[in-house]
């Protein structure tokens, strides 16, 4: 079982940077494999951005590519999706995700645990 707490949405302008964290919690919780998700209104939950258990791959969205940096720190146990150059379309509730497969995952229904999502918001 794991346990996942996001933090670090807001409200912020167009250009600006967020840096979310995934603090995860419960049995060998860093060697899970992770990932950001986002759902928008009337939209799926989508794949924004995913690592490794070890950090060494990684896996961006082409919407996000040079913009969104995403990291962990094991001795941690935490995930960071770091984001720049936020746009109105990033507008969205961010949810990290963790899965027991090997590897970037890039499917939804491979990620077993969900944490309660942060809500970013950019204004034009």
């Known amino acids: 079982q794991v346990q996942l707490v996001e933090s670090g949405g807001g409200l912020v302008q167009a250009g600006a940077s967020l840096n979310l964290s995934c603090a995860a919690s419960?049995?060998?919780?860093?060697?899970?494999?992770m990932g950001w998700f986002r759902q928008a209104p009337g939209k799926e939950r989508d794949l924004v951005a995913a690592i490794s258990w070890g950090g060494t791959s990684t896996y961006y969205v082409n919407s996000v590519k040079g913009r969104f940096t995403i990291s962990r720190d094991n001795a941690k146990n935490t995930v960071y999706l770091q984001m720049n150059s936020l746009k109105p379309e990033d507008t969205a509730v961010y949810y990290c995700?963790?899965?027991?497969?090997?590897?970037?995952?890039?499917?939804?229904?491979?990620?077993?645990?969900w944490g309660q999502g942060t809500q970013v918001t950019v204004s034009s």
């Open positions: 419960g049995r060998a919780a860093r060697s899970y494999a």
């Open positions: 995700a963790a899965s027991s497969r090997i590897g970037v995952v890039i499917l939804r229904n491979d990620y077993g645990y």
